[in-house]
T-cell receptor, first 110, second 116 residues
Framework: KQEVTQIPAALSVPEGENLVLNCSFT??????LQWFRQDPGKGLTSLLL?????REQTSGRLNASLDKSSGRSTLYIAASQPGDSATYLC?????????FGTGTSLTVIP | GAVVSQHPSRVICKSGTSVKIECRSL??????MFWYRQFPKQSLMLMAT?????????EQGVEKDKFLINHASLTLSTLTVTSAHPEDSSFYIC????????????FGNGTRLTVT
């Protein structure tokens, strides 16, 4: 069974800090990897999709990198804001088979 | 952007009754839809994968006769929890994926089911 690990499990930072969330997966044979955020009691919002052939993808203050061979991805959030507080999940895609980590719960303190 | 609508957002039902949850892709055709269950402070657990016009593929340990999935069109999938029991109380989330290769996964806002 595929395993997805996210570190740290929880993170609390003051507003304005840059931060990095880590995702590792046991099987590197992915098609792509997606990062999501989940607000309490809500579904998931797609943040970035990075193809297996790409090294990174950017959207606004978010930058996702992918090292497929080592089974790692990172999500970099620049200049964090209180509105970024949420749980962040990564999900590698093995061809219509998505596996989720337990997420990183982020709190940005005003 | 792509939108997935899930309804209802909350439902309370009595033990023994059945509950239907709908998942619609509003602006794209979803050849594949996924149903997840999420317990508090835990990640998403995939229950089943459904492809339009064919039977759903259930994950190990998920009772297909209890969680009926129908994917009759390219924009609608339904999950029916039959003869619900309190242990079925959970947060159920659907997601949908367009047919193009390497397209992203889009999620509904989830359904909070409480069985009394």
């Amino acid at each position: 069974k595929q395993e997805v690990t996210q570190i740290p499990a929880a993170l609390s930072v003051p507003e304005g800090e840059n931060l990095v969330l880590n995702c590792s997966f046991t099987d590197s044979a992915i098609y792509n990897l997606q990062w999501f955020r989940q607000d309490p009691g809500k579904g998931l919002t797609s943040l970035l999709l990075i193809q297996s052939s790409q090294r990174e993808q950017t959207s606004g203050r978010l930058n996702a990198s992918l090292d497929k061979s080592s089974g790692r991805s990172t999500l970099y959030i620049a200049a964090s804001q209180p509105g970024d507080s949420a749980t962040y999940l990564c999900a590698p895609d093995y061809g219509n088979q998505f596996y989720f980590g337990t997420g990183t719960s982020l709190t940005v303190i005003p | 952007g792509a939108v997935v609508s899930q309804h209802p957002s909350r439902v309370i039902c009595k033990s023994g009754t059945s509950v239907k949850i709908e998942c619609r892709s509003l602006d794209f055709q979803a050849t594949t839809m996924f149903w997840y269950r999420q317990f508090p402070k835990q990640s998403l657990m995939l229950m089943a994968t459904s492809n339009e016009g064919s039977k759903a593929t259930y994950e190990q340990g998920v009772e297909k006769d209890k969680f009926l999935i129908n994917h009759a069109s390219l924009t609608l999938s339904t999950l029916t929890v039959t003869s619900a029991h309190p242990e079925d109380s959970s947060f159920y989330i659907c997601s949908a994926k367009p047919g193009t290769a390497n397209s992203p996964l889009h999620f509904g806002n989830g359904t909070r089911l409480t069985v009394t």
